[in-house]
């Protein structure tokens, strides 16, 4: 028997919870003190629905931090390495925040309304107190809070055919990583396009209990030829797209440089942030890289070894069947990541090679190609 995980007032209900499990949701994960759904019918089968149509997922566990105030944008720098100076209203930006000596301390989506007035759509760790303590301690004028906002993210290639329905052709304005404010029964929602999958879709901010109800129904009802089901985040999808997951892939050891993040850190940039000239010292020791292993394999220990020597640790990791192949990620030690080397996994039935690759995946250039469902 599975044990169960017991549902109270410290696992805060959404508005969505009803209705979710009228859908059958099958497990929960905990995030951020709340219930995500994991699985409504299996994980291969929820896959591939993202992958053709749309979903409905209740990620209200991406708790909002609220930051307003005439520091705001002072406060909100001094947590992340990505340079914010140019950040325009309404933008949204994947940004790593990190401590004094570089270490990660969550990785959410950063959202500027107005100079004063900032969210922080967090992971899962409790930024709140990070953000409270350095308004503290620097003496900043803000206010920090965790409104109750609940996104609901419509995620999948039809995703944008469905707002459509019910937002009006304005939905097609709203850019990658930018968002709007749209009217809804009388109410203004902030819609963004982004979320947690590659498959395209857009995060609704719901910020009324009564709104969320009536809006997933009307989803329901408008979606029904599109084949719109009930959905959650998806293991599978998320590593073949090489979306990271906080607390797994990386924690408050790891700094942006080691999962990759190298991108979203501006070390040249004149900003004050708190952990870039730690940074800028800091040696990189690991590095998250891809394993691509040419059979479905199941990992006796979560180890990536080349010769007798481990040198990597296993992240998580999936079949993938699109690509016919069975994928990970590894926080891998860099005086050993080169192509030459013959890397193996321990499977239970033995060892089985595996390749190295850099992050995202590049299928393409591993001369892999997608199949579908059929
Ligand atoms: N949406 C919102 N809040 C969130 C998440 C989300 N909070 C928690 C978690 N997810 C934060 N982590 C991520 C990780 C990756 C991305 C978004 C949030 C993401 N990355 C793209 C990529 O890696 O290709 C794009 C990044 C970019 O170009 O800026 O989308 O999903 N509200």
Sequence with gaps: MNPELLISTRTRLTPFSSRVEACGVKAYTVYNHMLLPAIFRSLEEDYWHLCEAV???DVSCQRQVEITGPDSQKLVQLMTPRDMSQAKYGQCFY???CDESGGMINDPIIIKHSDEYWWISIADTDVILWAKGLATGFELDVKVTEPDIWPLAIQGPKAEDLLVRIFSDEIKKIRFFYSKKMHYAGKELLIARS?????????????APELGAKLWDELFSKGEKMGVRAGCPNLIERIESGLLSFGGDMDYNTSPFECGLDQYVSLEADIKSLSIPALRKRPVKTRLMGIVIDQQVKMKDLRLYSGDREI???TTNTWSPKYRRHLAFAKCDVNYISKKQNYYVIST??????TITELPFNFESLGLYSYNSK
Excluded at 196 to 206: D, R
Excluded at 349 to 354: D, E, F, S
């Design 95 to 97: 940004a790593p925040l």
């Design 349 to 354: 039935n033995g060892k089985v090679p595996a």
């Design 312 to 314: 990597g640790l296993i």
């Design 55 to 57: 979903q409905v997922w």
């Design 195 to 207: 979320g947690w999958s590659k498959q395209g879709g857009f995060e609704i901010y719901v910020n």
